[in-house]
C-alpha cells in the first residue's frame, strides 16, 4: 500500500475516504433512485417476481444492460443472444478504467478487483472530475457504495411499489429522471469552463477539452440518432480525446513559435 | 416467490461479462502504469487518456437527453429544452454538484407543469 498520510495509517486513510466517497454519491443517488424505480416497474411488467429485480440488480449492475435484458427476456431471445447484447452494451467501460487509473496509484489484485465491480457510468464520470489524488481507493469505494445501495433500493421500491407510486405522483418520476443529465452538466460545466485539474494548463487546455467535449457530443448524438447506442459512448470518448489532443498540440506548437 | 434458478443464472453471466469489462482494462491499466511509472502521465497514450473523461460525461449528457430512434415526443424534448437552462445557470455560477441535481429536477418538475 503507498504511502501513510500525516492523519493516521492507510486504514484511516480508507475509512475517511470510504466516508467522503458515500457523501459524494448523493447526486447519483437521487438519479439512480429514481431509475432504480423504473427498473423495478419494468421488471415485474416483464414477469419478473421483486426478488429476481433485486438479484439482477445486484449482480448485473448496469442500467443499460439490465434494461435490456428484460426486453430480450420479454421477447423470448435465446441465452446467447442475451449474453451478448449484454456484453456489448458493456463495452464502453474499456475506457473507464485506463483513464482511472493514473490516480489510483498503487492498487493490489484484490482492492482493484473490488473497485472495478461498481465502476459503472456515473460513477465513471464524476470520480473522472472529483477522486481525490490522497485515499482516492477509499473515496471510491464510497462513491460505488452510495450509488450501488441507491439502485438497488429503487429497484425493490419500483419492483414492490412503483406501479402504485407513479400512479400516485405521476409528474415525479420523469423529473427525477432528469437528475442524470443534470449531473452529467454539472461535472461537465466547471471542468471545461476551467481547463480541469486532470488536464492542466490555463486556455490552451481548457479549449482543447471544450473541444474534447463537443467533438464527442457530436459524435454521441449522430451514433445516438443512426441507433448504435452503446457504441456511441466508445466512439465519443475515442473521437473527442482525439480532437482535444491533436488540438493540444496544435495550439501548443504555435504557442511554442510565437515564444 | 422464490428466484427461479435459470434466470440467477443468466444474472451471473451476464454479471459476469459487465464485471470483466470494468475489472480486467483497470487491472491491465494498472499493471502496466506499475511496469512503466513514466506511463501515468506522458507520452501519447497517456495525455489521450486525459480528454477521455471530458469527452465520455459528454457523450452520456447527449445519450441521457437524446430521444431513442422513433420515440421523440415534443412535449418531452421542450420540457428537457426548458430544464436544461437554469440546471447550466447554476452549474455555471455554483459549480456545485448537489445543487445542479436539485435546480435540474426541480426545473424539469416545473417545465413539466407547462408543458
Partial sequence: ?????????????????LLGGFGAAVPIAVGYLSAGVAFGVAARQAGLVPAEALLMSLVVYSGASQFALLGLLAAGASW????????????????YGPSLAPRLGDTGTLRTA???????????????????????LGWLLGLELGAYVSWALGTIVGAVA?????????????????????LFVALLVPLVSSGGET??????????????????????????LIGLGSWGVIAAGVAGSVCGLLLERFRGCGDASEG | MPVRADLSALFL???AGVYLTRFLPLLVALRRQAKEPAAKSDGLLGSALR??????????????????????????????AIAFVPTVLVAVRFGNLGLTVLAGVLAYWFASLLV
Fill in chain 2, 13 to 15: 453471466l451476464a454479471g
Fill in chain 2, 51 to 80: 480528454f477521455v473523461g471530458p469527452s465520455v460525461i459528454a457523450a452520456l449528457l447527449v445519450a441521457s437527453v437524446l430521444p431513442q430512434p422513433g420515440q421523440a415526443e415534443l412535449p418531452g424534448l421542450l420540457r428537457t
Fill in chain 1, 162 to 182: 412503483g406501479t402504485a407510486l407513479i400512479e400516485e405522483l405521476p409528474s415525479l418520476a420523469p423529473a427525477l429522471s432528469f437528475a442524470l443529465p443534470a
Fill in chain 1, 1 to 17: 500500500m503507498a504511502g501513510q498520510g500525516s492523519n493516521g495509517g492507510p486504514q484511516a486513510r480508507i475509512a475517511s475516504g
Fill in chain 1, 114 to 136: 473490488g473497485v472495478a465491480f461498481g465502476l459503472n457510468d456515473e460513477v465513471f464520470a464524476v470520480s473522472s472530475v472529483k477522486l481525490p489524488r490522497e485515499g482516492g
Fill in chain 1, 199 to 224: 488536464a492542466g494548463r490555463g486556455a490552451t487546455r481548457s479549449t482543447s477539452l471544450g473541444a474534447a467535449a463537443v467533438a464527442a457530443g457530436v459524435v454521441a448524438a449522430v451514433c445516438g
Fill in chain 1, 80 to 95: 446467447i443472444a442475451m449474453l451478448i447484447v449484454s456484453l456489448t452494451l458493456s463495452l464502453r467501460h474499456l475506457l
